[in-house]
T-cell receptor, first 115, second 113 residues
């Protein structure tokens, strides 16, 4: 089983739609969960950063973490064409001695928001 | 807003040559990282660096790779003898503390011919 799994898409939605992006993971040591946005041939841009289970909202973005199911989600409300990018879920153990805090990335989901 | 910068943006080199990729992390950050992304693949961890020493490295980070913080601002990744399979985007990241957010630079695209 891969450490982090993510549907690669591509996902195409109309402008204004609610987008749901998801990842599953296998390592129960992960306790920090991130979503990055990456445009083509650019560096990952941090969107959301959460610790342990729960929800976090920032503007149009909501991140959810369910550690019991090893499942994380990112919701984008009122999607815009500028949201078209690849979305990377990522996670780390955050300093546990065996793994320090290297970030493990999912393969990314390609999103297109059509005007 | 402070950001991680990387130079050059694109480096072309011949197989067997040495390359040095440079990064300037965010100024008050203490933890530094290199990741790479082969075209079409996921971002992969290479190495983490804290207090002037490597804290963790992946199996990709073999003897051909080294990192250095030569002064108070720069953080470098050296590949001693490049191979075709080293062609990738290399990202530097920095973080203020263990378990904190990691901020990524724009990347250096390395092409080995």
């Amino acid at each position: 089983q891969k450490e982090v799994e993510q549907d690669p898409g591509p996902l195409s939605v109309p402008e204004g739609a609610i987008v749901s992006l998801n990842c599953t993971y296998s390592n129960s040591a992960f306790q920090y969960f991130m979503w990055y946005r990456q445009y083509s041939r650019k560096g990952p841009e941090l969107l959301m950063y959460t610790y342990s289970s729960g929800n976090k909202e920032d503007g149009r973005f909501t991140a959810q973490v369910d550690k019991s199911s090893k499942y994380i989600s990112l919701f984008i409300r009122d999607s815009q064409p500028s949201d078209s990018a690849t979305y990377l879920c990522a996670m780390s153990a955050g300093g546990l001695k065996t793994s320090y805090d290297k970030v493990i990335f999912g393969p990314g989901t390609s999103l297109s928001v059509i005007p | 807003e402070p950001e991680v910068t990387q130079t050059p943006s694109h480096q072309v080199t011949q197989m067997g040559q040495e390359v040095i990729l440079r990064c300037v992390p965010i100024s008050n950050h203490l933890y530094f990282y290199w990741y790479r992304q082969i075209l079409g693949q996921k971002v992969e961890f290479l190495v983490s660096f804290y207090n002037n020493e490597i804290s963790e490295k992946s199996e990709i980070f073999d003897d051909q790779f080294s990192v250095e913080r030569p002064d108070g601002s720069n953080f470098t990744l050296k590949i001693r003898s490049t191979k075709l399979e080293d062609s990738a985007m290399y990202f530097c990241a920095s973080s203020p503390g263990l378990g904190s957010e990691q901020y990524f630079g724009p990347g250096t695209r390395l092409t080995v011919t």
